[in-house]
Each structure stands twice: as C-alpha cells, then as structure tokens.
C-alpha cells in the first residue's frame, strides 16, 4: 500500500508541474509588451528634456522670463521697452504648452480624492507650468480686451520714446548754454581767447532764458526730471552772466570787445623752392643734345 501511494504521488506532482508550465510562458512577457513598455518610458524620460539649443537651465531661465513678461503684460506692468507682441511669438517647441493653454482647464480634484503630492518639479518643469498658466489667462480675455491690452502698451512704448528724446534735447540744451556762459564769464572778466565772436556771444536769446516746458503727460520719470533741473539751471547760469556783462560800463564792454576782436595777422607761407632737375649721365646723352648743350652755352657766354 505503501509503495502503490508514492507511486499516485509521483504522477500526481508529474502532471501539476506540467499543468503549471503553459501558465509560466503566459505570464513572460513576449517582444511586442516589452518594447511599448521601453517606448513609453523614453517618452517619459525625454517630455521635459531641453532642446537642442542649450542646457536646461538656460531653457527654463527663458521660458520663466517669457512667462513672468506676459504676467506683466496683464498686470500693466511690462517696461515700456519690451515688444509686447514679440512675447506672443514663441518657438515651435513650446507649442505643446500653448495647446495645453488652450484647452479647457481640468476640474479641481476633491481633496481626499487627490492623488499624493508628486516628486519635486525641476527649474525647467516649473518654468514650463508658469508659462501655462500665463499663456491660459492670455487666452481667456476676449478680443477686445487683448486689444485694449496691446495697445495700451503701444501708447506706454510711445510715451517712453518722446520722453527720451525730450530728455536728449534736455540734454544738448544744457551742454549748449553751459558753454556759452563759460565763454560769457570769461568775456566779462576780461580773459577772452582772441577771436571770440562777442555780438553772437551777447545776443538775448530769450527761451534760453526762460524755464523749460514741463507739462506732459504722464508726469515725467526721476530721469526727466534731472535732465529739466539741469536745463533750467544752465539757463539761470546764462541769465546770470548776462546781467553781469550788462552791469559793465559801455567804455569796458567796448574795451572787451577790442581786446577779443583784434584781427590776428597769418604769415603767408613761403614759396616751395624749386627742385633742380637731375643731370642725365654721359651715357644717356646722345651727340644731337650734347651739341644743343654746347649751343646753349656758348650763347650764355656771349
């Protein structure tokens, strides 16, 4: 009895490991389930990997400018001297953003029901997402409000440029008096350079003499306003040596101007001497103009 049940034992163990080797194979996973799944992890890896143009750190540094520009842009913030529209131009790697921007926004998960906190984002993850958001409360305005946005900036852009011209004709204004009334001091205490031109020195200019115009809108910035100050602060420097040239008598105004005036006489150069002309050798003489050169001499004596 024995023997006969080891022997039901051994056809019995037989038959489960052969029952359980089609299940073994099923479980394996064949060439095609591999290579999706290593497909599908490359796609993963390489979704937030930098562009071929430079490291991920200067991508995300790029894209969390252009993020924070259009963040600006809405708040009415951006520098005037940033092209609003050159930020709504972007590369073609960024156009998965910009759909993803387009799209409708995804409910609010419920608190319990939210899936645990993900791994921390990377710079170049973080940037990504800004630029999303930014890209998504863009999108939401209506035309007419992107409109009014656009040219709002316009109209900022172009204020920026008239005042900083205003700012350059500040500028040039006052180097201009400055110097005339350095020249008009120096007529008055009597130490002119010869030549100066006192008649043009001394006519009254009168807007030269007068506060520039500051009424603009809007009102003007730290730099303009330092550049009027030095403006009208020349001009009272000028107004200034003109009442001191005019406190002088008529006897020591003329004697100023004579004294700066005098014509200042310019040797005439003297005339180049002329080079002798080189004597040819004997070798280079033929009989003919030997014989003319006697000639000549001979005629010389005579």
Known sequence: MVLRWSGCNAVLGTA???A????AHAEEPGPETVQATSVEAHVDESADAPPADGPAEDRATELQARADALRALLDGTLDAAVDARGLLVLPDDVFPIVLEALA?????PDPEAAPPPAAQQTPLQSAQ??????????FSLTPQARTALLSAHDSKAAASVAGQRRVDAWNAETAALDARSTTLERLVA???EPGTDTEGLTQIELLSLLPADSSTEPPLDEASLAALSSRDAASARLRAALEAWMALSEEDRAARRAA???EVEVEAPAPEAAEPEPELPDAFVDEEEAQDREDIVDKEAV
């Open 16 to 18: 489960i490991v052969f």
């Open 20 to 23: 359980l080797i089609p299940s």
């Open 104 to 108: 409708p926004p995804e409910p609010t």
């Open 129 to 138: 997402a800004d630029l999303r958001e930014a890209l998504r409360a863009f």
């Open 190 to 192: 009597g130490v002119a």
């Open 260 to 262: 700066v005036e005098l």
